[in-house]
């Protein structure tokens, strides 16, 4: 049997555009002569489709897709994720099912088991779990089909109750075919491997497994489909970031030979390139699936307004992205000048438009309530919401979109205003830590300089005040940020992070300060997600909480 | 024996006082000779906790507060709700549990068998489901104890397979408990005495039913505790938006025996009554679980600033709220008297600041990019932004919340200006429909005239053009808010709503509106929910998809 593995950027939503895909593929597969090919989880609606699920015309139209599809795959046989209604009486309305469909009819379904509702998946959230298990014969082998989750029983704090597989085993299948749709964040494509290669030797099977790739708002998915043999062995890894369509044997004797050269790769990327790539995959699906291509930012001279700079200019071209430079008062000339090196190196747009006269006038309007109250938070925010007025009325009279460039570590402890840097259409890094921030500028000055040397060495600073540091009011990034990490990501308390050797006021301050931060974090745009745990839509704290605030 | 129910506001993640409340109550109710004094689910961390819930050391904290409760539980009974950890290996890692605490120690644990995962509901995130029944015996009753969404499997589409109670009911007990969060919405009165009056009478039992009160940021629960007899008559209902301690005699032959007035409306609240107390109980929670006192918000002159400023003087009181007049050189003279009216009428304090000189600072700032292209967008948007910098920098000045004043059917069409009017801590009417705002109007004015009668009859106007009304980009309310419903509240798609005798293209343009408007609903304060089908937590939609956008 031939199979052919269909890694695609599907579009949420978006029915024309990802029907046309997939029957171009199907095409593309019978023309290399695919008996089978095999798309993505949920791939006709695409992923996450969040809400419109609870439309019922929205699954109607997943449906009249089907059948377009399934009117395409003449003389071959392909898989297809959708979601369909459950006719049964109880449970929730729809299942997130797979139909095989061979010759033009849809000839089996599957639908999901092991749903998973944590972090940034809702699935019980519209779907039933299925507790039926049948195997589907094609071609003389014996397929056992499962949904993503359905594999990832197998770690040591199970989820589940059940385990799809144990039951499929039973009848005796010849192969696992599983599709998927699962996010990126660093590391995680390691634990995907290990997971699925568990799996392939458990039920010592082979195991083709098809991922998304593409962005839909913050979710980044990095594609990376996967085949094992039945010992185990990855025999291939699709690429990352990218589309692709690869073809296999699968004999009869459950070998599989490579219709093309093998693209595992030898060494896996580090942590900084893939979150390079990811981000970059995330503003170009960000501006290109709302329809938009042209992106501005406030550039300050600093290292983050810096990075994002870089990264919207490999991700849309430079010609694409506008920086806008809006000295103050308080900013310096270093600062200026790195922010003009930094648009000559890119060779993007830029325009300066000095805030002085806008501040002056907030505060001598502002004279008659103020009455000569020191400067302090107030002035410093009128500053930062200047700017981003500015921006904003570019973005209305220009069509740009504002990018975001708040980091992790900054978005963790509210050291942002409000209306203010916290605007945007999409933060760009606000899922990576500044030290991670450092990080990612070297590498894109990896072959020559073009975030400026000086943005990079010279100490973090707000510049909203004179002489103003971030370390007077924060700890030194390489310290906060571990506090954070333990804490946010791994979710361990304040007594556990001291006795990880913190310093006890700076482990509870930095806790406090990131509790209090809730109601600022509400309101700031999707973070593009490149960890396992980003503020946004897999985060859900209260806002009126009392605990460690 | 005599039972207590015990209607309580409680305060997400605060230990400390949710235990100190628990406690008095069972002091107050052993007092009065109760035998037993049931109080709401998940009580001692609040509801919702959210992802404070995936920290053990919560977890830890939940349960020293429970061993607390039961040492002061001495010579009586009570029943609180608490987060378990699940101590199976298999499944979710906690349990949604009630503990029955008899003199000093916990006697009976029981989990929630059917959790919510819909709307603003996300339990199947934290909590594995029971699949264990007991009755509890106590005093020579046996007591069926359920949580919640376990008594709400009997309507027309049951979400879940089981029916707990169709297994308690072979155990014969003699009464049923129910503890649960039941949020307010209009209308959801009624539902929750026709669901609970349905097992009364299903299974001839006597049903004893206690409810949250008070405001968790979003979502507001309005108490209104039951108890029906076994005819499935209704004997008591609890006041509703306000704390409540009750007590009944059950008799061995099932019999109720109120100790004191039954307090059963003899009419329900109308909606928008309804409505007004629960946005007094939103607002004045959120400020007093938030630590602050003073609010703070533009007036217009319009109708939704005027309502929420008269919201905000009855939450607050008067003295706690700021009115900021904010006038460009397109606001009408008879908007500031308008305002001024308001001030006056309600005697809460008042400042004028005007933005001509700030917003003409901006355009002359902009004026080399701008080079002369027509007034439009842009420069309304500066408008409302400049208004939003100034209400900001008198929050950090002197500690005042913002409030927000837009309406329902403005945050559903997009008609706002993020980072300007879309501004604030909490949305106090972005759940209500703009012509449920004038019968918030008229209700405010039942006794005496507080919002000026030319701010109610005016056409609506933003007044940041000359001569502009709504409805120059808007179909006229009443028809919009129609539309607005059935698609976000009934999920109805276009072809229905069509059909439902609506203008094709007004609908279209009206859901495409809706569906291009979700970058900015995403960055919008949380928003006091009043309907079924509120913005905000319980309303997921993806931001780039392109479904009827």
Redesign the interface.
């Known amino acids: 049997m031939k199979i052919a593995l269909a890694q695609l950027n599907y579009?949420?939503?978006?029915?024309e555009?990802n029907t046309a895909k997939i029957i171009h593929h199907i095409n593309k597969a019978r023309n290399n002569g695919a008996d089978l090919v095999v798309f993505a989880e949920l791939c006709v609606c695409?992923y996450?489709?969040?809400?419109?699920l609870?439309?019922?015309?929205?699954i109607g139209?997943c449906d009249n897709a089907a059948k377009k599809i399934a009117a395409a795959c003449t003389d071959m046989a392909c898989i297809i994720g959708i979601p369909t209604f459950n006719h049964?009486?109880?449970?929730?309305?729809l299942s997130n099912s797979a139909y095989f469909i061979e010759n033009g009819a849809i000839k089996a379904k599957v639908n999901k088991a092991l749903l998973p509702?944590?972090d940034i998946f809702?699935e019980?959230?519209y779907f039933e779990p299925s507790m039926e298990f049948n195997c589907i014969d094609f071609k003389g082998q014996r397929i056992a089909l499962t949904i993503c989750e359905d594999l990832w029983n197998t770690i040591e704090?199970?989820?589940?109750?059940t385990r799809p597989m144990d039951i499929l085993i039973e009848q005796k299948p010849d192969v696992m075919i599983n599709i998927a749709a699962s996010p990126f964040s660093y590391k995680h494509d390691e634990e995907r491997i290990a997971i699925l290669e568990d799996n392939a030797k458990r039920y010592n099977l082979p195991l083709f497994y098809v991922n998304h790739v593409g962005a839909?708002?913050e979710l980044i998915f990095d594609g990376g489909s996967l085949v094992f043999d039945n010992t185990g062995k990855l025999v291939d890894e699709l690429p990352y970031f990218e589309e692709a369509l690869t073809y296999y044997i699968l004999g009869d004797d459950a070998s599989i030979t490579l219709q093309q050269p093998s693209t595992v790769m030898a060494e896996r990327a580090g942590d900084i390139e893939q979150i390079y790539q990811a981000v970059i995959l995330g503003i170009r699906?960000?501006f290109y699936?709302?329809g938009f291509s042209r992106a501005i930012l406030g550039l300050s001279g600093g290292i983050d307004s810096a990075v994002v700079c870089a990264l919207a200019a490999e991700a849309l071209g430079a010609e694409n992205v506008m920086a806008v430079l809006l000295p103050s008062r308080f900013s310096t000339d270093h600062s200026l000048k790195d922010a003009e090196d930094l648009v000559a190196n890119l060779g993007c747009k830029s325009?300066t438009?000095?805030?002085k006269?806008?501040t002056?006038?907030?505060e001598?309007?502002?004279e008659?309530?103020?009455q000569g109250?020191p400067f302090?938070?107030?002035?410093e925010?009128?500053q930062s919401?200047?700017r981003?007025?500015?921006l904003?009325?570019?973005c209305?009279?220009f069509g740009y979109i504002l990018l975001n460039t708040s980091n992790k570590s900054e978005a963790a402890v509210g050291y942002g205003t409000?209306?203010g840097d916290m605007?945007g259409?999409i933060s760009v890094i606000g899922d990576v830590y500044k030290t991670q921030v450092f990080e990612l500028a070297r590498y894109i000055n990896r072959e020559r300089e073009i975030i400026p040397e000086n943005s990079i060495i010279k100490p973090p600073s707000a510049e909203l005040r004179p002489d103003q540091k971030d370390s007077d009011s924060l700890p030194e990034y390489d310290i906060l940020d571990k506090i954070i990490c333990e804490y946010v990501e791994h979710?361990c308390?304040?007594?556990?992070i001291i006795r990880m050797g913190y310093d006890e006021a700076t482990v509870r301050r930095t806790i406090k300060l990131i509790n209090l931060a809730e109601?600022k974090r509400?309101?700031?745009?999707?973070i593009l997600r490149v960890s396992p745990k980003a503020f946004g839509?897999g985060?859900?704290?209260?806002?009126?909480?009392?605990?460690?605030?």
């Open positions: 579009h949420v939503g978006n029915f555009s695409g996450p489709s969040r809400d419109f609870e439309f019922d015309e929205f139209l049964n009486a109880e449970g929730k309305d509702n944590y809702d019980y959230r704090n199970p989820l589940y109750i839909q708002t699906d960000y699936k709302s325009e438009i000095p805030i006269t806008i002056e006038a907030f001598t309007a502002l008659p309530q103020f109250l302090n938070i107030a002035e925010n009128i919401r200047s981003a007025i500015l904003m009325a570019m209305n009279k409000l209306y605007c259409g979710r308390s304040s007594a556990e109601h509400y309101q700031t745009p999707p839509m985060r859900r704290m209260p806002i009126v909480g009392k605990y460690l605030s």
